[in-house]
């Protein structure tokens, strides 16, 4: 059985592995180290016996002008072991991430996915998500599109 917990400082050399599995281009165990600080309790492990099969990264953000500022979720990093990809594990954790985020005070959410990664594109549009616009060069070797997804309805 899958279960969600808080990541914790432990888990960041598993979580850094499962990262360089998935992504050509990986965060660093630093920028980990970090996020762990900034991101609370929306930094999520997925654990099956005792092992960790998947992470997300969440953060909320106060974007606009002074005096006119929006509170919005952002979804940094999610990854799944490739050998449980497919299998809902995604499903949980961004669940369980929007959630907070909307308990946050955030009103939508948004991510960044490259473009080539077509996947991963039609299962957040399965989510509720939709482009919103290109990101030149966001990933460096490849663009990025922002996609973004009301979270009102969770409530």
């Given at each position: 059985m899958v279960s969600l917990r808080v990541a914790v400082e432990d888990d960041l050399e598993v979580i850094h592995g499962i990262e360089q599995s998935?992504?050509?281009?990986?965060?660093?165990?630093?920028?980990?180290?970090?996020?762990l600080g900034l991101s609370g309790d929306m930094f999520l492990v997925a654990v099956e016996n005792g092992e960790i099969?998947?992470?997300?990264?969440?953060e909320i953000k106060?974007?606009?002008?002074?005096?006119?500022?929006?509170?919005v979720g952002h979804i940094l990093n999610i990854?799944?072991?490739?050998?449980?990809q497919g299998s809902g594990i995604g499903t949980m954790l961004m669940d369980d991430v929007e959630l907070?985020?909307?308990?946050?005070?955030?009103?939508?959410?948004?991510?960044?996915?490259?473009?080539s990664n077509t996947g991963a594109q039609a299962v957040y549009r399965?989510?509720?998500?939709?482009?919103?616009?290109?990101?030149?060069?966001?990933?460096?070797?490849?663009d990025g599109f922002i996609m973004m997804k009301s979270l009102t309805k969770l409530e």
């Open positions: 998935v992504y050509p281009t990986a965060w660093t165990l630093n920028f980990f180290r970090l996020m099969i998947g992470y997300t990264v969440g106060k974007m606009g002008r002074v005096g006119d500022t929006k509170t990854a799944v072991m490739k050998d449980h907070k985020l909307r308990s946050g005070g955030a009103d939508v959410v948004y991510l960044e996915v490259r473009e399965k989510r509720g998500y939709l482009y919103v616009r290109n990101a030149k060069d966001y990933y460096g070797d490849e």
